[in-house]
């Protein structure tokens, strides 16, 4: 059985007010002449096909075209997709009788059983055939959110540990090779160093740990952390990361998907990488410094792939407001296009480099909560953060959190 897995495409995601759907698009022909070259037999994409819950025609047309396209040049490919926290899962699934004509199976939502709101766990299994008609079970598991879930065992376990627990249950006794989605944070996940920093775990409280249940699979596709990464030190639970950078942090490391091949429950999991037209470049440096690099951008007029640039100014004070103007002029006519602006005082980067081996030490500058802390104590004459708000920010962090991912 050969596989390839994918996920948080995120289709139709502006980008600093720039659409990144022409990008898109040209991952999503890469993925089909992938497909077609390695004569897969399944492809699963581990949510967040969409960037929101309405996406654009075009977001959708992109979606469309590429299934049709797909679905044309190898009729025989299964197509497994599942709804991530940035997807309506009703929406996704609202063609879903259409699409499964052309083996292609859409689980954008948990349904409970009305009368005692009890799952039954066979909504989630996708029958699988290898080319020698082997059969294989896909449990295809949605982005979960708490009313979604089975009740937990006990205080230590998390909802959708829970709900994970039950289904490894539910499908313990099927002889059949299996193969888990999912669209959700593993504890352990790596995130901790310098280039993951914008995703600042809360607490360590939201990742799950579900090695005890992932075991029985032959290989876990999953989707959520846009880092590509195997989890809980198994080669077969992995994240195939999104395609695309779709932050600044994310565009020094490889994006791509996953190639696997299971044999005789044997699985080899491979990278495959997509080079993206479009380049995210980020300047560090005083304000000169920092022109002085741009004027090194070539002129010529932009389009839909020319590179995006963040600005970092690192210096002793902020720059001039007349600042951004000039960047305005030195990018004028020249291949770029603007992205965020940051600044930086020099002692916070003196702070930064001396502390790099402690990826705690550098969380620390980006702590919220701390932040609103200082900011408290300013506007109450020194008093302390009290604890009911120090919880109210979690939440909504919590909240951000998952908007953002
Ligand atoms: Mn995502």
């Known amino acids: 059985m050969r596989l390839v897995h994918t996920a948080d495409w995120h289709l139709g995601l502006d980008f600093y007010e720039i659409s990144r759907l022409p ?15 390695l004569d897969v037999d399944a492809l699963l994409v581990a949510g967040d096909v969409f960037n929101t819950i309405a996406p654009s025609t075009l977001a959708q047309r992109a979606y ?6 797909i679905t044309r040049a190898l009729p025989k490919l299964q197509i497994v997709i599942t709804a991530g926290n940035h997807d309506s899962g009703a929406r996704l699934e609202a063609p879903s009788a259409l699409l499964k004509n052309l083996n ?31 059969e294989y079970l896909c449990l295809a ?3 979960l959110r708490a009313n979604d ?45 310098a280039k993951d920093i914008e995703y600042i775990p809360i607490g360590g409280l939201e990742g799950v740990s579900l090695a005890q249940y992932f075991t029985s699979y032959v290989y876990v596709a999953l989707g959520h952390i846009h880092r590509q990464q195997c989890v809980y030190s198994a080669d077969n639970v992995r994240y195939s990361g999104a395609p695309i950078a779709t932050t600044f942090v994310h565009r020094e490391q490889a994006q791509g998907v996953i190639v696997v091949d299971i ?58 407001p007349s600042f951004k103007q000039e960047v305005e002029a030195v990018l004028k006519g020249r291949y770029a296009r603007r992205g965020p602006s940051t600044f930086k005082s ?42 009911h708000l120090k919880r109210l920010l979690q ?8 908007c953002e991912y």
């Open 23 to 37: 990008e898109q698009i040209v991952f999503l022909d890469w993925l089909a002449d992938t497909l077609c070259r």
């Open 64 to 69: 469309f075209d590429f299934l049709t396209r």
């Open 104 to 134: 292609i199976h859409i689980k954008g939502s948990v349904e409970h059983n009305p009368s005692d709101y009890t799952i039954d766990y066979n909504q989630f299994a996708i029958p699988l055939k290898d080319r020698a008609g082997n």
């Open 141 to 143: 598991i949605p982005f």
């Open 149 to 193: 879930c089975p009740p937990c065992q006990n205080e230590s376990e998390s909802c959708i540990e829970a709900f994970y627990r039950e289904l490894a249950a539910h499908f313990a006794t099927d002889s059949r090779q299996k193969i888990c989605m999912g669209h959700l944070y593993a504890s352990g996940t790596s995130l901790s160093d």
């Open 263 to 320: 044999d005789d429950g044997k699985t080899i999991a491979t990278f495959e990488s997509f080079d993206s037209p479009l380049k995210l470049i980020k300047y560090s440096g005083t304000p000169t410094e920092i022109l002085v690099q741009l004027q090194g951008l070539p002129e010529r007029a932009v389009d839909d792939f020319a590179p995006i640039i963040a600005v970092e100014v690192v210096d002793e004070t902020p720059p001039p």
């Open 346 to 387: 020099s002692a916070q980067l003196t702070q930064e480099l001396s502390t790099v081996s402690q990826p705690s030490a550098l969380d620390h500058r980006y702590e919220p909560e701390e932040i609103a802390e200082r900011e408290y104590q300013k506007r109450n004459n020194g008093a302390g953060f009290p604890e």
């Open 395 to 402: 939440e909504a962090m919590e909240e951000a959190r998952q």
